[in-house]
């Protein structure tokens, strides 16, 4: 879940290269996580401290892609401040308390608080699925709440599993890189195949014209 802020018309989605630049920018952090662990993982002298030192190239990649993204386009996503707190918080934790359990749970927790975020604006009738996307495409309010849902329950999904493979797969027992690499595997995959099947009923209902009604606006770095 992220948003593009650069300037677009409210109903016109964005382009290839603008999404293919989002994409790096919200999966490049965790990608660089995943390597760096590995390399160092597999390196005897840096073994031990692989979990830590992955951890702590994880929230200066995060840091890097805010800053690059206030540089170039003015703005940063909503969503990437989010991700960037919560990456330094957590990961703050895991190499203070020297504790990788800490990093596994931030996963559940940043899925668990996006399902949350999404329930709660629903229940207040300000939906926070289509003031994240409404600059992209104009759909009705029965069909951004649909999505809302289907994202919501997505999330408690996908926050599920990350527990199961937190249970089975940790640095106590020794397996914290099957985890990892497992995660990623499973997680993205879901992700990109999700918004797939989501993607017929956003295009079914885009509307090319606006209509004039007032609405709230997205949240602005």
Not at 124 to 151: G, S
Request: net charge neutral; hydrophobic share 55%; glycine share 4%.
């Amino acid at each position: 879940m992220s948003e593009d802020l650069t300037a677009h018309d409210a109903t016109t989605p964005r382009s290839a290269s603008n999404g293919a630049s989002q994409l790096w920018i919200d999966l490049g952090p965790i990608l660089v996580f995943v390597v760096t662990y590995n390399v160092l993982f597999r390196i005897a002298a840096t073994k031990d401290e692989a979990i830590y030192i992955a951890t702590g190239v994880f929230i200066v990649s995060v840091l890097a892609a805010i800053g690059w993204c206030k540089l170039k386009r003015g703005k940063v996503p909503p969503i990437l401040i989010v991700t960037g707190v919560l990456v330094t918080a957590f990961g703050g934790l895991t190499i203070i308390f020297h504790d990788p359990s800490i990093i596994q749970i931030k996963f559940t927790f940043t899925f668990l608080f996006y399902a949350a975020a999404i329930l709660f604006s629903l229940a207040i009738k300000q939906n926070v699925w289509k003031l994240f996307f409404k600059h992209l495409f104009n759909l009705p309010d029965r069909i951004w709440n649909v999505l809302a849902v289907r994202w919501a329950v997505f999330y408690l999904v996908v926050a599920a599993l990350n527990e199961v493979l937190r249970y089975n797969f940790n640095e106590a027992n020794g397996n914290f890189d099957t985890w990892l690499n497992l995660r990623t595997v499973l997680t993205y995959p879901a992700f990109i195949a999700f918004a797939a099947i989501n993607t017929p009923i956003v295009l079914k209902h885009h509307r090319e014209e606006a209509e004039p009604a007032a609405e709230p606006t997205a949240p602005t770095a």
